[in-house]
């Protein structure tokens, strides 16, 4: 080596009195370039599909047990629970129409939703929760134009103006039901 006052950067950095040996050659162990794995003894195997194993269980059960946590949410059922206003609208609609069949559905469904029952309820339990009077006369009517010998054509006017009536004593009866409750600290005179 001809240059003892330059420094090589990929030289060694050796005393020039001292003598160099050279490393032992290191067996290489990475990978072959042919794409071949070293062999792989049975207990690496065993340990290697059971970690995986282990692994795919427990992902598995993870997204298992938040699908079962998750929040119960449904698109809205816009036909299933639709609102008072809407029902009624309906059944007047029905009624000033003449169409009995779809009246007696409109009131039923009406029926359900106003007396927050579970179930659909009959042209005779309505009737019975309007009591007798004119409401009930105009159910009758309804039902013989339906259901009776002398079918026939049916006017709905009686039976949503009963309705209209009904309505109005409800809510006159709420509102006094409802009466504001007295103040707290009465002014004292």
């Excluded at 629970?81 to 169409?99: I, K, M, T, V, Y």
Aim: overall charge positive; aromatic content about 8%; glycine content about 8%.
């Amino acid at each position: 080596m001809g240059y003892r006052g330059q420094l090589r950067i990929d030289a060694p950095l050796v005393d020039p009195g001292q003598t160099v040996t050279a490393a032992p050659p290191v067996a290489e162990t990475s990978r072959p370039a042919t794409g071949i794995t070293p062999p792989v003894n049975a207990s690496t195997s065993l340990w290697l599909w059971t970690t995986l194993a282990a692994l795919l269980g427990w992902a598995s059960t993870t997204a298992w047990l938040f699908w079962r946590m998750r929040p119960a949410t449904r698109a809205p059922q816009v036909d299933e629970n639709p609102g008072e206003q809407r029902l009624w609208r309906s059944l007047a609609s029905a009624c000033e129409r003449g169409r009995a069949s779809d009246a007696r559905a409109a009131l039923q469904q009406w029926g359900q939703v106003y007396f927050e029952d579970g179930t659909i309820p009959t042209l005779q339990t309505l009737r019975r929760r309007f009591g007798a009077g004119e409401l009930s006369d105009a159910i009758d009517h309804l039902e013989q134009c339906l259901f009776g010998k002398a079918a026939g054509d049916w006017s709905g006017t009686a039976l949503i103006t009963a309705l209209r009536q009904w309505r109005k004593q409800q809510g006159r009866a709420t509102r006094a039901r409802e009466a504001p409750l007295p103040p707290l600290y009465p002014a004292q005179g």
